[in-house]
């Protein structure tokens, strides 16, 4: 069974601050994508980022970067000097490698960037 | 260019009527999949289409009946529904293979009265 586990449900931050938002997973795969995904008040989720379990390398996408560990089933992601255009909920996701490639969801994160 | 299009984006209906949500997808993706997100719960996997074929259904009462005509299409036809199945709907597609992520659209917004 697979399991996404964002233990934060809301953060509020003030704008240009920097911000994690934490993503545990279980999984009895050995191999195993992750992903990040942004929804914005519009509704719809916005893909951010894909990660293969066999590439712990760390990403970073302009403000945006990911932080994968293996070792700890952590797949961390942080917007470093948030704008209020960040306000959104996220969510980390989880799925096989092979057959099902369904996501599972974690609850997600609310985050509030105050201006 | 919208990738995934969903229609409509709000519907009220009352427990009796029946409805179908549309979902078309314009990324030549072979799979396609319905999500159910709630207040209460997660996103939860409602269906999943492959190549037009159901290979899977999360326990999904009947009271929803999907159908995907071709793999650029998805319904998802709603009848006797509860107001407990008041959520957003959305629909997913991905390519299948080698690139796993799915694209959402922005989903229908149900209301049971």
């Known amino acids: 069974a697979q399991k996404v586990t964002q233990a934060q449900t809301e953060i509020s931050v003030v704008e240009k601050e920097d911000v994690t938002l934490d993503c545990v997973y279980e999984?009895?795969?050995?191999?195993?994508?992750l992903f990040w995904y942004k929804q914005p008040p519009s509704g719809e989720l916005v893909f951010l980022i894909r990660?293969?379990?066999?590439?712990?390398q760390n990403e970073i996408s302009g403000r945006y970067s990911w932080n994968f560990q293996k070792s700890t089933s952590s797949f961390n992601f942080t917007i470093t000097a948030s704008q209020v255009v960040d306000s959104a909920v996220y969510f980390c996701a989880l799925s096989m490698d092979t057959g099902r490639r369904a996501l599972t969801f974690g609850s997600g994160t609310r985050l509030q960037v105050q201006p | 260019e919208t990738g995934v299009t969903q229609t409509p984006r709000h519907l009220v209906m009352g427990m009796t009527n029946k409805k179908s949500l549309k979902c078309e997808q314009h990324?030549?993706?072979?799979?396609m999949y319905w999500y159910k997100q709630s207040a209460k719960k997660p996103l939860e996997l409602m269906f999943v289409y492959n190549f037009k074929e159901q290979t899977e259904n999360n326990s999904v009462p009947s009271r929803f009946s999907p159908e995907c005509p071709n793999s650029s299409h998805l319904f998802l036809h709603l009848h006797t529904l509860q107001p407990e199945d008041s959520a957003l709907y959305l629909c997913?597609?991905?390519?299948?293979?080698?690139?796993?992520?799915?694209?959402f659209g922005q989903g229908t917004r149900l209301t049971v009265v």
């Open positions: 990660r293969n379990s066999f590439d712990e």
């Open positions: 990324l030549g993706h072979n799979a």
């Open positions: 997913a597609s991905s390519h299948g293979r080698d690139r796993v992520e799915a694209f």
């Open positions: 999984t009895r795969d050995t191999t195993y994508y």
